[in-house]
């Protein structure tokens, strides 16, 4: 039996609805592995046992120093005080090679699609400058949003009461 567009468009907000479910369990898993991870590092603390041997796989303890930039907030108190910002700090080390320019994929699309829509208003075009860097191409897809019922619901419940 050939299936309908109603079944296609069930079958794919399932396939949405398991891909935010998905996402939320991976969230859920690495916190509830981290948590497991400390309460196992502790117990090796307090056993005196820094390693062990469990169905075949060897587990050790082992301490690391960890590095992380502070909060964006924090930078700008501290670039605002020294007048150094964490990236001139960075090349000022010797370490500007670690600094990688990036553009987020989601950001360029909607940046960029603004602009579009304001050079259309205008009655111009993307600048050519800016458009040779840029693969532009159609792509279909499918919008989701919550149907407004409220009228279907109240029609329903009239017609129950009849």
Request: charged share 40%; proline share 2%; with cysteine.
């Amino acid at each position: 039996m050939e299936q309908t567009l109603d079944d296609k468009v069930r079958e794919y907000k399932e396939l949405l609805d398991k891909k935010e479910d998905l996402a939320k369990q991976v969230k859920e898993n690495n916190a509830a592995k981290e948590k497991l991870e400390q309460e196992i590092c502790q117990m090796m603390i307090d056993e005196e046992k820094p390693n062990t041997v469990v169905d075949g796989f060897s587990y050790s303890l082992s301490q690391k120093i960890m590095y992380a930039k502070k909060s964006e907030e924090k930078l700008a108190e501290i670039e605002a005080a020294t007048g150094v910002s964490f990236f001139d700090a960075l090349r000022e080390q010797g370490l500007g090679d670690i600094i990688v320019e990036k553009v987020d994929p989601r950001t360029l699309q909607s940046t960029v699609a603004n602009l579009a829509a304001e050079a259309e208003d205008n009655g111009e075009e993307l600048p050519e400058e800016l458009t040779e860097y840029l693969s532009i191409y159609e792509k279909l897809s499918i919008s989701k949003r919550k149907a407004n019922t409220k009228a279907l619901d109240r029609a329903r419940a009239n017609k129950e009461e009849i």
